[in-house]
């Protein structure tokens, strides 16, 4: 092999509308005000964050609305040096989850807001258990990544 | 329970680049392998079983159409699936079932990827939605390490020690397939290659990763009645398990990883298997990361919860250890992501029926398939052995 063989390029674009819904709907208007959303599960009393419209394990519609706590801890971490198609930013950055305070789930989000070039200085700072709390971009759009990371305390 | 299945052959393509041909004609060069195995062809199957990981890989949705030919299908009934990792492994079972009701006598199962046509990680973003998950779990390196370092996390096992173990299993296997001669990457590394090499995604290195991978593998399952008549020297189907997970990343439990548990346990029921590690003499576990490979050890209860890292260094799922793990060199050398979970059934049939070559585990006369998918979503399991 190592030979350039000819290929033929192309390429496939598609557009998709995704229906939103009213439970994304009124998470990401949420975000849109920063508030971080979830709702609890009436039968497993469970606060789940995004906010769900049933609860996977009972099978129910999900309950009352709470705004959760902007903090949490580090539950575990992975630092990304590539570049990829659909990445959320530019390398290198670190995708963590993370357990907000008085929810009972993990929420997957960015670690940032620090020098990610040293691997030991990330590894002395981003621990498991560490605090940390989320950092908001200047404008809002009601998206995932209105929330720019999470910086540790 | 069903009635008794067996494999009487198992093709495989060589792995690589593979962009001298097209993708038709990659599938109809493991599609001839696996005849000429088992010494049958297109008249003797009864129903075709084909698949690749989600087809935004391929670029063309509708792969069972333009493999039609290939794949000799037509005429035939044909059945298509794709769970990502393990796909390879969901046709293995969907021909297995198939065998197993009574309703066919003889299925051909194939599975094919050709990495190098197209953006396999761009292909990954697009197994999540673009509300949450797609922005955090995307690529394949990115969902695995996360899992990997919760694992490390949640036992407070020592760097020193983790990398290590993944820096031996990625030593071993890169040197493993040196003598798998369809095998993709094969390269002498030292501990200190892999230890030293590139971060992907902390703590992942480059050693620590599959590559991409262009291939097809194809296996034909027959009843028992066929077999005994065709072939001398079949594997025999055993026990089998498969068990998929939630959507929401993390809900459940990724380290004491209940899919993975669920797979093993359902298909060591079915063989009757109650201590793995004495009684499976070879396993090819679906490895495309270093530290994936022993996460499963645990699951897969070849060993305690914490341990895989420990008994590693010690040797025992090498190749001249208690249990063989990999000896084709597995996921780690060659991942034709479609083909990979069928590569591993393949590889487990060839060494229980003595026709791994140069690779052959001495005696080996019960293997355990496994391959995992989804984004740490699906795991499947398939045991056979050498006897009925």
Not at chain 1, 8 to 37: A, C, D, M, T
Not at chain 2, 42 to 66: K, N, Q, R, W
Not at chain 2, 183 to 192: E, G, P, R, S, V
């Amino acid at each position: 092999m190592g030979k350039n063989f000819e290929t033929l390029e192309h390429q496939v674009w598609l557009p998709y509308k995704f229906s939103v819904g009213p439970v994304f709907n009124r998470f990401f208007e949420g975000l849109k005000e920063g508030k971080i959303l979830g709702n609890r599960c009436p039968k497993c009393n469970k606060v789940l964050v995004p906010a769900r419209s049933f609860c996977p394990e009972c099978f129910v519609d999900m309950g009352d609305w709470e705004e959760v706590s902007q903090e949490g801890e580090v539950v575990t971490w992975a630092q990304a040096n590539y570049e990829f198609f659909g990445a959320p930013a530019e390398p290198p950055f670190i995708g963590a989850l993370i357990r907000l305070d008085h929810t009972d789930c993990n929420f997957l989000h960015l670690v940032g807001g620090f020098d990610l070039s040293d691997i030991d200085a990330v590894k002395s700072k981003v621990k498991s258990g560490a605090r940390v709390k989320a950092v908001w971009s200047d404008v809002k759009k009601g998206h995932m990544l209105d929330i720019k990371f999470f910086e540790p305390e | 329970m069903g009635r008794p299945v067996a494999i009487i052959g198992a093709g495989q393509t060589k792995h690589g680049n593979r962009s001298e041909i097209t993708y038709p004609d990659l599938v109809r060069e493991g599609v001839k392998s696996v005849f000429e195995d088992a010494g049958v062809g297109p008249d003797d199957i009864d129903g075709v079983v084909f698949g690749t990981m989600p087809s935004m890989m391929e670029g063309v949705a509708l792969t069972h159409f333009y493999f039609a030919d290939a794949l000799q299908a037509v005429g035939k009934p044909i059945l298509k699936s794709e769970t990502c990792g393990s796909t390879g492994m969901s046709l293995a079972l969907t021909g297995y079932y198939w065998v197993a009701s009574g309703m066919a006598d003889m299925v051909l199962v194939v599975g094919s990827e050709k990495m190098h046509e197209g953006d396999s990680q761009a292909t990954m973003t697009t197994v999540a939605e673009p509300f949450y998950l797609r922005y955090f779990i995307a690529g394949a390196p990115g969902i695995f390490s996360l899992q990997s370092k919760l694992w490390i996390d949640r036992y407070g096992l020592s760097e020193e020690l983790v990398r290590d173990a993944a820096a031996k299993i990625s030593v071993d296997h890169h040197n493993d397939a040196f003598d798998n001669p369809v095998a993709h990457i094969k390269k002498k590394l030292t501990m200190d290659d892999v230890k030293n090499s590139k971060v992907v995604v902390y703590p992942s290195r480059l050693w620590d990763i599959c590559p991409n991978s262009d291939g097809a593998c194809g296996v034909i399952f027959a009843s028992e009645e066929k077999a005994k008549k065709i072939c001398r020297n079949p594997a025999w189907v055993k026990g089998v398990g498969y068990s998929g997970e939630e959507y929401w990343f993390d809900d459940s439990d990724k380290v004491v990883w209940k899919s993975a548990i669920n797979a093993a346990k359902q298909a060591y029921k079915m063989a009757g298997i109650t201590n793995p590690i004495e009684e499976l003499d070879v396993a090819e576990i679906y490895n495309p990361f270093t530290y994936v490979e022993l996460l499963h050890y645990e699951c897969f209860g070849f060993c305690d919860f914490g341990k895989a890292s420990d008994l590693t260094l010690k040797g025992i799922f090498a190749r001249d250890g208690k249990l063989p793990c990999d000896p084709s060199g597995g996921v780690l050398c060659t991942n034709p992501i479609g083909a990979s979970g069928l590569i591993r059934v393949a590889e487990a049939a060839m060494q229980v029926t003595g026709k791994a070559g140069d690779h052959q585990i001495e005696d080996a006369k019960l293997g355990f398939a496994h391959a995992m998918g989804g984004a740490s979503q699906f795991n499947g399991v398939m045991i056979v052995g050498s006897e009925l």
